[in-house]
């Protein structure tokens, strides 16, 4: 990459080289051609200082002393219209110094002839130049050997310029060393930093932040049944803070990562936008989004899209969505896929599917593969499966794992298992934990529960919910209650009501028996298990809704199992029912109770028939007494239909008398 904008500023402002003569390096970065730009302006430093002189005069002045024959003049005055471009005016000042001995005006007349096309005659004087020991020369000698393919010639003269303490030539060196993987390509790479090169200051941070970083992905989603793809669009920043470049993620505690940072900052600072992108995605990283966000400006002005996309990302965290827009638009016209998608789902959440179908086969056109899985996606909320199915084939062809899963299961679904499960398996093996679960469902469905177990443990190690409490279901029933507690555990943390209730009862059956109630004595303290209920209870699982109110009762708090008993009793549970009927009758509210009895025992709960044939019995309801006393008997168990023969014999007896 060659700053060309650069470039014609270093041959265009003579006081910005007499300034930064040492720093140049910052300006210009290796390629073909650039060696026509370093022009040695020792000559004109011995002056004085020009900064203090218009351009003209200080032309003039040089011009009057050149024509008198002055030595210095003529390299100056040489130097300066090789800067402005004006090379026939450059070429007998220069030609005449260097005739006298001047090495920087030989330098600087290997520079015009370089721009004329001579190259081998430029490099003649560069020649005589580094012998004379002008670091200059010795760079561009060295870089004309480069680019005629004689390394060993190379090294030699990058080296001669590196060591005199020329940025230029240490950089050049270090790209040397490194094309032939050297490891002493980062010792120059950082004595060019040091000197303020902003390019070596960018790869030396590059080549510190790999050594000392891996790259770490974010938790797979999960879900409680076949992992059916979401209608929202796949970006390389889905479910966490943007990534807009390879590494950058959060290393190890350690001086590199922090030294990294130091250089990215500085050849951010001297502005240097891939460097700022990567800067802003270490500060995003470590929650500093204020000045992240100003990195990310800095650099997306400067033209990269990809941070732009970032910086639309965390506009569009901060809840800027039309800002974020404004970047991401920009990032997508000027070739980002990432950008693209996120335009894609911005609009397809806004309803407007035609625009987001745009977008998507915009970033598709870009090269990301998203884009074709996100059109799947698309397709599929609308119910146009066969177009689903095209677009998550065609991404995964291209090796897109979730598009790999999601068409597995449109064959599932649409009763296609041969079809699917290599689909599922290409998946899982490329890393999808969500296709490892469904293979799991996939082999059980077939009762082959022990491969079914396979691929639900290699879920659950990945982090899946589900897989994980299908692990603990399994060890349960094979009587590992340590694995199964491990998995559980894991389960219900991960946010699964049946894990957390399956769980709570693992711990329930290790407690001791209640002893005695003492008047008096403190209230029991929530026990592990019940703080387990509780969580699956709030999670709407109506067991533990009712084991929840069983122990809040236990303890005497008979507000808190009314609320749970009504809780799982109105979500259709007939303990839940049946036991907020005990308590209503308890407390005196039998007309009540008889309500929620009725329910629990149409819905096969036999306890609760019983309980409807004593009331009948009790109000001389001897019919209905009989009616609920057989539908006792046809529900059990056993000694509820044994009791409620008899009573119901009672009543016939009664009836008959």
Known sequence: MVFMGDRATLLETGRFVQRHARNAADEIIEAAGAVDAVVDTTATNATGDADAENETETEARHRRAAERGDLASMSALGALLLRRGDLDGAEPFLRGATAEGDRAAANNLGVLL???????????????????????????????????????????????????????????????????????????????????????????????????????????????????????????????????????????????????????????????????????????HRGELKEAGRWYLSSAKEGEAKAACALGFLLRDAGDEESAAVWWLRAAQDGDGNAANALGALHAARGEQQTAERWYRAAMDAGDVNGAYNLGLLCAAQDRIPQAEQWYRRAAYAGHREAANALAVLLLQAGDANGAEPWFSKAAEAGSVDAAFNLGILHAGRDDDRTALVWYERAAAAGHTEAALQVGIAALRDGDERTAERHLRCAAGGGSAEAAFRLASVLDARRPEPGPAVLGAPREEKSECEEWYERAAQQGHRRAQVRVGMLAAGRGDLAEADRW?????????????????????????????????????????????????????????????????????????????????????????????
Not at 137 to 144: I, Q, S
Not at 240 to 260: I, K, S
Not at 566 to 590: K, P, Q, T, V
Not at 615 to 622: D, I, P
């Open 114 to 284: 370089h721009q004329r096309g001579y190259a081998d005659e430029a490099a003649g004087w560069w020649r005589v130049a580094a012998v004379a020991g002008s670091a200059p020369a010795a760079h561009a000698l060295g870089r004309h050997h480069r680019e005629r393919g004689d390394e060993p010639a190379a090294e030699y003269w990058l080296r001669q310029a590196a060591e005199q303490g020329h940025a230029l030539g240490a950089y050049a060196l270090a790209d040397l060393l490194e094309h032939r993987s050297d490891v002493g390509a980062e010792r120059w790479l950082r004595a060019a930093a040091e000197q303020g090169h902003r390019e070596a200051a960018y790869r030396l941070a590059l080549a510190l932040e790999r050594r000392a970083t891996e790259t770490v992905r974010g938790p797979h989603e999960t879900g409680t049944r076949l992992r059916v793809p979401a209608a929202t669009a796949a970006t390389a920043a889905d479910g966490g803070p943007p990534v807009p470049a390879p590494g950058l993620t959060a290393g190890e505690p350690g001086a590199e990562p922090a030294e990294a940072e130091q250089w990215f900052r500085q050849a951010a600072a001297r502005g240097h936008r891939r460097a700022a992108l990567h800067l802003g995605a270490i500060l995003e």
């Open 565 to 657: 008993y009504r809780e799982a009793a109105e979500a259709g549970s007939r303990n839940g029912a049946f036991n907020l009927g005990l308590l209503l009758a308890r407390e005196g509210s039998e007309r009540e109770a008889a309500l929620w009895w009725t329910r629990a025992a149409r819905a096969g709960h036999g306890r609760a028939a019983l309980r409807l044939a004593l009331l009948a019995a009790r109000r001389g309801e001897l019919t209905e007494g009989r009616h609920w006393c057989a539908r006792a008997v046809e529900l059990g168990p056993a000694e509820v239909a044994e009791r409620a023969a008899r009573l119901s014999e009672a009543l016939h007896q009664e009836l008959t008398a």
